[in-house]
């Protein structure tokens, strides 16, 4: 393992984070997000693109591998990733592959999802720089199920059938990945179906995470109670002599959960403001990198401050930056400027590298562009970065 190193990264050295974009990839990518930051034209965009999407024979596929889907995405199955791998490999990162399918509710698209993912296992097993694979478990079982579970309500003969499939494919997922060295990300879902999710990840964590962390739990620090369960989770973890897999984000769902409450007449499970998100997402970091050597960190944000928070940790702690329990994780497309400067100070950084058929995926890529779009008509982080690169390269004056 290397050494501590010096925490003083600039996030703001552009000339490292594009340095892999020829100056035609940096003028397209900054064509792009020029776009993205028009509010009404990301409205347009995402309604044509979802248009085009479910155009028969694939024929509106071009207009989103043209536009936005080679920004955010590997391509539409593993061989194509193949390049986006390699390429990230070249400038010292990893790869997260995800098979970006969401939203299905018939058996055969969940047994088709699972041999996917055991695909990707595979795959990731042959090439030592895609050391993980992420998942959603609402993609082997219908959410109702999951809903009804949660609320207490009793399963139906068929809905049990169901869970117990559900059940059955991720028991195999972890199977597969454990006899390959693969490790498993499980993303976190909207609140109301997130218990059942919960009590199967733990339960296969203290499964396979005896020796080394192989499946990780998603943390939602914008939830009011994430930071009591990630710490609850440790005792068990310690108790039960497994190591905890922890991969922390800010949040995903934060209007439709404000809303559901609202409209269920249950408390707000979302924070207050961002403020009270940032000090807790804060806090789970230090607590994972406290106690490092029994939990196994993502740290999956896009934040500057938190990123440069666990650079200063690890340094005041002397943990190595290439510490396999010290990770850190941006969306492939987004935030260059922290994933590659990380990198290329020899820290553990990956790109979360979603894949699939186009059409699948388009729901995915409307929520980056929705992300990047800037709401007050200020120039986006992304947009922000880009220019400097342009204005250093001399092709923006």
């Avoid at 393992?1 to 990264?9: A, F, H, I, K, R």
């Avoid at 035609?24 to 309604?47: A, D, W």
């Avoid at 919960?198 to 499946?215: G, H, S």
């Avoid at 409307?366 to 690169?389: F, K, P």
Wanted: aromatic share 12%; glycine share 4%.
């Amino acid at each position: 393992m290397s050494e501590p190193g010096d925490p003083n990264l600039d996030f703001n050295n552009t000339e490292i984070a594009f340095s892999y974009k020829s100056n035609k990839e940096l003028v397209k990518t900054y064509r792009l997000f020029q776009l993205m930051n028009n509010p009404t034209l990301v409205k347009l965009g995402s309604f044509f693109g979802n248009l085009a999407a479910r155009m028969p024979f694939g024929i509106g596929d071009p207009f989103i591998r043209e536009t936005i889907f080679f920004q955010f995405c590997g391509g539409t199955n593993l061989f194509e990733c193949q390049k986006v791998v390699d390429r990230l490999n070249f400038r010292n990162t990893l790869t997260i592959l995800d098979f970006g399918v969401e939203a299905k509710e018939k058996e055969e698209d969940f047994e088709h999802t699972l041999a996917e993912n055991i695909k990707a296992i595979e795959f990731a097993c042959s090439n030592p720089n895609v050391p993980v694979i992420s998942t959603k478990l609402t993609g082997y079982v219908p959410i109702s199920v999951l809903e009804k579970i949660q609320s207490g309500e009793r399963l139906n003969e068929i809905e049990n059938v169901q869970f117990q499939r559900l059940e059955d494919r991720f028991a195999q997922l972890c199977k597969k990945a454990f006899e390959m060295g693969v490790s498993i990300f499980v993303d976190a879902e909207e609140s109301w179906i997130q218990d059942p999710i919960d009590q199967l990840v733990m339960k296969y964590m203290a499964i396979y995470n005896k020796e080394k962390p192989i499946i990780y739990n998603t943390y939602q620090l914008y939830r009011k109670d994430r930071l009591e369960f990630l710490k609850d989770n440790f005792i068990t973890a310690k108790e039960n002599n497994f190591i905890l897999g922890v991969k922390i984000v800010r949040g995903a769902y934060m209007e439709k959960e404000r809303l559901r409450a609202q409209e269920k007449g249950y408390s707000d499970p979302i924070q207050p403001d961002k403020s009270s998100t940032d000090r807790d997402y804060n806090y789970a970091l230090r607590f994972c990198i406290e106690n490092f050597e029994l939990i196994s960190l993502c740290n999956s944000s896009h934040n500057w401050e938190s990123n440069q928070l666990q650079v200063d940790l690890m340094a005041q702690k002397q943990i190595p930056r290439d510490h396999p329990h010290m990770n850190f994780c941006q969306l492939y497309g987004m935030s260059d400027n922290l994933t590659f400067n990380l990198s290329s100070q020899g820290y553990n950084v990956a790109k979360y590298v979603p894949y699939g058929p186009i059409r699948d995926v388009t729901p995915y890529l409307t929520r980056r562009a929705q992300e990047n779009t800037s709401v007050t008509g200020d120039m986006s982080r992304e947009l922000n970065l880009l220019t400097r690169e342009m204005k250093r390269r001399g092709l923006l004056k």
